[in-house]
């Protein structure tokens, strides 16, 4: 069992949210500063961001490892499209840190999203 941190179209109401069908959904949270997001069109890409001071907000899931080894298909981590990697949390009920989904590639000249995504 792996907890996830998820800030795109994996959350409730997101477009690849079925991907977590049978997941358990543990709550609300938002990274510690340091990390933003850029649209990549039909999702986005949290990359880290040294001047933030928002963080990223999201929800917190816990995956058995046939649902992560599906994520990490959709997430292109072969193609070195996203990477998984740890994030700290900012302080909260749940959990301290979370493996989540970061954006691998140049974002220079994508369009900024800031702190949440609403897709
Ligand atoms: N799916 C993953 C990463 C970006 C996306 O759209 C997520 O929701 O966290």
Not at 8 to 25: D, E, I, M, P, V
Not at 29 to 37: K, M, V
Not at 63 to 90: F, H, I, N, P, S
């Amino acid at each position: 069992m792996t907890r996830v941190f998820v800030y795109g179209t994996l959350k409730r109401g997101g477009a690849n949210h079925a991907f977590l069908a049978g997941q358990q959904f543990l709550g609300p949270a938002r990274t510690q500063p340091g990390f933003t997001l850029y649209s990549l069109g039909d999702c986005p890409g949290m990359v880290r961001a040294p001047g933030d001071t928002a963080g990223v907000a999201g929800e917190l899931w816990v995956v058995d490892d046939a649902c992560l080894a599906e994520l990490d298909r959709l997430e292109g981590l072969d193609e070195g499209l996203y990477e998984r990697a740890d994030v700290l949390l900012a302080p909260n009920p749940l959990a301290a840190s979370a493996r989540t989904y970061l954006y691998t590639r140049p974002h220079h000249g994508l369009p900024p999203v800031g702190s949440e995504w609403l897709g």
